[in-house]
């Protein structure tokens, strides 16, 4: 059974291994990937490896913890100036700083997330959907006419992460067919056109009740 690290000495292996598994998946990809390779860039034998993993899943589990974990640090400080946005502004702004985010430190992470539907990624999700969840609620408070969306959750949901997709689809292709910029420009001005035209919907709607029932105290 492998042990947790309570040393800092300890705390510095572990981590190594964990970092040396990203780099690991970004050449080989998780099937490729041996645990002696990943003990090899770490600068750790194999059986120290061992005592704090039991085998190269449980360093791919942490990795997916660690991201996730970045991913919320990243966003959570953008929050109070992307609730005071338009909503056009605010998705560009989110899918530009996302970008960066993933691109940093040589790509680790754009070289992994790739790989994330063979790493059981979704079980880990929860921190960074309760995180996005949370920014659109906030995002709902500053600004009420948009509570006026019909089934917000669902489309909130479909908006987040079909970006996210679309955002690392993008930055994985080789030779995109369009530049990241026409990229976030398109998906925010989608969003930006939904929900106006909710606001429209929902406005169209009032005033033909008012006029219904004018209509009705007149009989």
Do not use: W
């Not at 929050?79 to 560009?92: E, F, G, Q, T, Y």
């Not at 292709?173 to 909710?198: C, K, S, W």
């Amino acid at each position: 059974m492998a042990r947790k690290p309570r040393q800092e000495r300890a705390k510095a292996t572990v981590n190594a291994i964990v970092e040396a598994g990203f780099i690991a998946m970004a050449e080989r990809g998780p099937s490729a990937t041996t645990t002696r390779q990943i003990a090899d860039i770490a600068g750790v034998g194999v059986g120290s490896l061992y005592e704090y993993f039991d085998n190269k899943e449980a360093i791919f589990s942490v990795m997916s913890e660690r991201f996730v974990a970045d991913t919320v640090a990243m966003i959570q400080p953008l929050v109070p100036d992307l609730v005071r946005m338009p909503i056009a502004d605010a998705i560009k702004e989110l899918l530009n700083s996302f970008r960066d985010f993933l691109q940093e430190d040589g790509g680790r992470y754009l070289n992994c997330i790739q790989y994330a539907m063979t790493l059981d990624f979704e079980m880990y999700l929860e921190p960074l959907q309760k995180t996005l969840s949370e920014l659109v609620t906030q995002y709902l408070m500053h600004h009420p006419e948009t509570l006026q969306i019909r089934s917000i959750p669902t489309m909130s949901y479909i908006m987040i992460n079909g970006g996210i997709f679309a955002v690392v689809r993008h930055l994985t292709d080789p030779n995109p067919p369009i530049g990241f910029d026409e990229l976030a420009d398109g998906l925010a001005r989608m969003v930006g056109h939904y929900t106006e035209q909710e606001i429209q919907i929902a406005k169209a709607t009032r005033d033909r009740l008012s006029k219904e029932g004018e209509g009705q105290e007149k009989e």
